[in-house]
């Protein structure tokens, strides 16, 4: 499986971003997709994700109300929609894909065995 990030970049406080997630290599309707993103002198975080009909999404806290993942099976694409970004929302932004539609999350990287490059995000005060 193969993943694809992109739609970062250099935005305002307030503004807004959406990242975009190009998979190929297995039919994209049987893969859970997430987002997650590491910032400088921290640890990768668990963001959101999206189960493989889009009918079931989770959120980190930080989250919540301001960011959205969804899907386009016939595109085999998922994205991250991201209002009223902060900046301590800076960080590279990775796309994550998995076979299984549940994955653990106590674990850090909620199961995930297949991971984009990244795309950074910068949000300016």
């Known amino acids: 499986v193969q993943l694809q990030a992109s739609g970062g970049g250099l935005v305002q406080a307030g503004g807004s971003l959406r990242l975009s997630c190009v998979t190929s290599?297995?039919?994209?309707?049987?893969?859970?997709m997430g987002w997650f993103r590491k910032a400088p002198g921290k640890e990768r975080e668990f963001v959101a994700e999206v189960s493989w009909s889009g009918g079931r999404t989770t959120y980190a806290d930080s989250a919540k109300g301001r960011f959205t993942v969804f899907r386009d099976n016939s595109k085999s694409v998922a994205y991250l929609q991201m209002n009223s970004l902060k900046p301590e929302d800076t960080a590279v932004y990775y796309c994550a894909a998995s076979v299984n539609n549940y994955g653990d999350s106590r674990a850090a990287d909620r199961g995930y065995e297949f991971w984009g490059q990244g795309t950074q995000v910068t949000v300016s005060s």
């Open positions: 290599g297995r039919s994209f309707s049987t893969l859970r």
